[in-house]
């Protein structure tokens, strides 16, 4: 029911920055939490961060920790995702989710994914 769109992927320098957003459009208001995942040629899409929009809490993976943030403009509805000192393992196609709170959990639980955008770092 909710629709997400990525854009802002590119190719970009060992070393370098990338800006990447997500727009959300349908039933948005309803996700409690947004997520950020990533998925190179030949392996399992990984999880890169989240950010639970009660709470505030923005979850990072260490592979990622401290280069990238995530944050989120509710008046766009839009969720963006920083990324600095990029590495050439970061190269994939980075897919934007949305979701509710698991209450067990108390991780996200997907609902809606976007098609993803191709982020390449070239060193």
């Known amino acids: 029911q909710v629709q997400l769109v990525e854009s802002g992927g590119g190719s970009v320098q060992a070393g370098g920055s990338l800006d990447i957003s997500c727009a959300a459009s349908g039933y948005s208001d309803r996700s409690t939490c947004m997520s950020w995942f990533r998925q190179s040629p030949g392996k399992t899409r990984t999880w890169v961060g989240s950010?639970?929009?009660?709470?505030?809490?923005?979850p990072y993976a260490d592979s990622v920790k401290g280069r990238f943030t995530i944050s989120h403009d509710a008046a766009k509805n839009t969720l963006y995702l920083q990324m600095t000192n990029l590495k050439p393992e970061d190269t994939a196609m980075y897919y934007c989710a949305a979701g509710v709170t698991d209450t067990d959990t108390r991780r996200c639980r997907i609902d809606s994914w976007g098609r993803g955008t191709q982020v390449t770092v070239v060193s």
């Open positions: 950010l639970y929009l009660g709470s505030g809490s923005k």
